[in-house]
């Protein structure tokens, strides 16, 4: 009997479809490409960027500029690691790390009534905190969960084949 997609399991279940290496791979670069673009865009204006985590009231006052010149460039090797191939698993953790501590903080401010930009690519986005972010944070999340999957298909296509 098939394992019916329970990780692990056999069968060509949903679990494994999302385990496929060319599902796993192409979420490992979007993922990738959105922390590139969002790091990039923050490094462009870190002033602005301090700003935007400061309207959050998530962090200490002192901890604002740190967390402002240090969290895009975790993105951009994070981003470079998926993009490049290099590591792309424990790029794909760290991501999944991001994107739920970013759509819990989406989560606080929109519970707390806050109205300001949310900063998730720096200002080159205007993109207001708000159910349509959290759903947006919701999919980029899925997308890292799935990029941090050990790619199961690859080695069961191999075994399937006949040896010479």
Sequence with gaps: MAGGGLPGGAGGGTMSGLRHWFIVRLCQLAIGVL?????LAKLGDLPAFATQI?????????????MAMTLPWIELVAGLAL????????????ALAMM???????????????????GCV???????????KLLENLLFT???AVGSLAPAARRAEAAAQPRA
């Design 100 to 118: 739920l501590v970013f759509t819990v903080a989406i989560g606080t401010a929109m519970a707390r009534g806050l109205d300001f930009e949310c």
């Design 122 to 132: 720096g200002t080159a986005d205007a993109t207001r905190v708000g159910a349509v």
């Design 142 to 144: 899925a997308l890292a």
């Design 54 to 66: 400061g309207h959050y009231h998530l962090v200490p006052l002192a901890a604002v500029n740190l």
């Design 83 to 94: 993009v490049v191939g290099v590591r792309p698993r424990s790029a794909a953790w760290i």
């Design 35 to 39: 922390l590139l673009a969002s790091s």
